[in-house]
């Protein structure tokens, strides 16, 4: 019996060793080291959605600890490995929020850095990037971290150069190659080195498209030739080894060598694959696409120009300089008679066309007066070749242009005189207290012809309350809709609905339009500093979606354009 008593109590002595060595592992895993927790996620690939649940251990920690900086540092591996755009964006601006609340310049500019690159690389937004890169660059101008001012200035000079402005952003990139070239000289750890030696390579290269961009080809040839003597790691740097190589398929098919070049862009085109570089790729693709043009081989070169065309409709990368790769499509179309291709590629083209003006707006008109350059010199080109020009061709060439110039003169002409009594009538209505009135949303209310279920009193009164409405600017109110304004003037949407069609003698959607437009025009003829506004932030100020739906409303009411009322306001002031 006592020896049954002793093998129970051993027993509870091992159970209750195991239970206590639990509560130490488990309060050991509580108290683990960020080092440790970052450990558990490192291994994991970017976008790889399985590393999150130690993420969240990470930010947990930092919560519970109040430690502001590894919580900004947790909320960027939450960005690192979320697949989905929104939260990525999300964890950013948890970023933003906690840099700002510690007001650490370093950790703001890295915050806002990190919110421009997920609207660069992954929303395709660039402006708004733009405008993330001002404010990191903002807060970075006084920072000893020259690491983090050199990388502020890299992105901003990224956005610059693909928005256009390619001289301001070659000072950028100027000034970050020189930064990391030094660094490169300098006794630093490894892993120092090669972030210093990608940030040189970057750019280097990024610097040489600015001056190809500027027509500085002599420059542009230097830096990439300097960039493929450096770079004897192509293991580590594989992804600026390809732009390189791209850089000098794209330099020897200036010159003529096509042969060469396309050993170089298949040698770029590899690496970019396999390392998913899809926007370099697609630009590696026309411009394959284009020295198999020049080559004689259409079949090989269309491939290719479809290639960019797949890529495109994957991620819709557009840039100037692919676009022409859908003007090559569409001719081969129009000689293969392949009227099912070709509406396919002038509907992709009038796509990019749109990214292009969206994103382009200091190139749109630009890269359509290059095109028209290049079909007429080619046109002329055919013409050599079959015959001389006499003089009386010319003299008619002559001619004709003069009698365009002339039409083009007249039409300007007349549609600047009709624009001109469209603001003047506008201009008079809104001036003259009558007019106006008989411009005003609610016209007088006659009570005597009612002969339906609606009593006199109750159409008053919602009368009454609709000039309150009108009154109190509660139209503004965006997404604004018949029963929450039915709500407003205590009705409902039966009663309210009935008076707008028959009294007001408008639908609801056309009374808030009016009412919107008559608001706005208001406050761009009495107050200047509209006049200076986009449209999409007079289309905000008077609670419309977007400048497409206020630009067809404005039209619509005031029977102009309210870019051109803009202008005709704009030099009236000026006269006066």
């Known amino acids: 019996m006592r020896s049954d008593n002793k093998i129970v109590l051993i027993l509870f002595n091992l159970l209750l060793l195991f239970v206590q060595g639990q509560k130490r ?26 590393a999150l649940k130690y993420v969240k251990l990470y930010i947990d920690k930092a919560k519970r600890e109040r430690n502001f900086r590894e919580l900004i540092s947790g909320y960027e591996e939450a960005i690192y490995y979320n697949k989905e755009i929104n939260r990525k964006l999300s964890y950013a601006d948890s970023a933003v929020i906690i840099a700002l609340q510690i007001h650490d310049p370093d950790q703001i500019s890295r915050a806002y850095l990190g919110k421009g690159i997920i609207y660069y690389y992954n929303r395709r937004q660039y402006k708004q990037a733009l405008e993330q890169y001002l404010l990191a660059f903002k807060f970075s101008k006084d920072t000893n971290d020259d690491y983090l001012k050199n990388k502020v ?52 290269y990024r610097l040489s498209t600015c001056y190809r961009n500027l027509q500085l080809f002599g420059k542009e040839d230097s830096l990439i030739n300097i960039g493929l003597e450096r770079l004897y790691n192509t293991e580590q740097h594989s992804t600026e080894y390809a732009y390189f190589q791209k850089g000098k398929g794209i330099q020897l098919l200036r010159a003529g060598k096509t042969e060469e070049a396309l050993k170089h862009f298949n040698l770029s085109q590899d690496i970019l694959y396999n390392n998913q570089d899809y926007g370099s790729l697609t630009i590696v693709y026309y411009y394959m696409g284009k020295a198999y043009w020049v080559e004689g081989d259409k079949a090989e070169s269309i491939r290719y120009f479809n290639k960019v065309d797949s890529l495109v409709s994957k991620f819709w ?40 003006n969206a994103d382009f707006a200091m190139l749109s008109s630009k890269i359509h007066r290059e095109y028209d350059t290049y079909t007429l010199l080619q046109e002329k080109d055919q013409l050599k070749r079959k015959h001389r020009y006499s003089i009386i061709v010319l003299c008619f060439s002559i001619g004709m242009a003069l009698i365009i110039l002339y039409f083009l003169f007249w039409k300007f002409r007349k549609r600047e005189k009709q624009l001109t009594i469209k603001y003047q009538n506008l201009l008079e209505r809104f001036n003259n207290p009558q007019a106006n009135e008989e411009f005003s949303a609610v016209t007088p209310l006659v009570l005597s012809d009612e002969k339906n279920i609606y009593s006199p009193e109750l159409i008053a009164e919602i009368m009454e309350n609709l000039k309150l409405f009108e009154k109190k600017k509660q139209f503004l109110k965006k997404n604004i809709t018949l029963p929450a304004v039915a709500k407003q003037i205590h009705t409902n949407r039966t009663h309210l609905s009935y008076v707008l069609n028959e009294h007001i003698k408008l639908s609801f959607s056309n009374y808030i339009k009016l009412l919107r437009i008559k608001y706005i025009t208001n406050l761009l003829l009495e107050n200047s500093k509209y006049l200076n506004y986009s449209i999409d932030s007079l289309a905000e100020e008077c609670g419309m979606a977007n400048r497409q739906v206020f630009s067809l409303h404005f039209l619509d009411i005031n029977g102009i354009r309210p870019v051109d009322f803009i202008r005709k306001r704009k030099e009236e002031l000026e006269r006066s």
Request: glycine share 4%.
């Open 25 to 50: 592992q488990n309060t050991s895993d509580e108290e683990a080291s960020y080092k440790k927790l970052s450990g558990l996620f490192d291994a994991y690939s970017e976008n790889d959605e399985r």
């Open 317 to 356: 990368f557009v840039t100037p300089e692919i676009r022409s790769g859908y003007e090559y499509l569409i001719n081969d179309t129009k000689r293969s008679r392949n009227a099912e291709k070709q509406l396919y590629y002038t509907d992709q083209l009038l796509k990019a066309d749109s990214i292009i």
């Open 153 to 204: 200035t890299y992105h901003l000079g990224m956005v610059k150069s693909y928005l256009g402005y390619y001289k301001e952003a070659a000072e950028h990139f100027e000034e970050t190659a020189a930064y990391f070239e030094r660094k490169i000289k300098e006794n630093l750890h490894p892993n120092l080195k090669l972030n210093n030696e990608t940030g040189y390579f970057n750019s280097i």
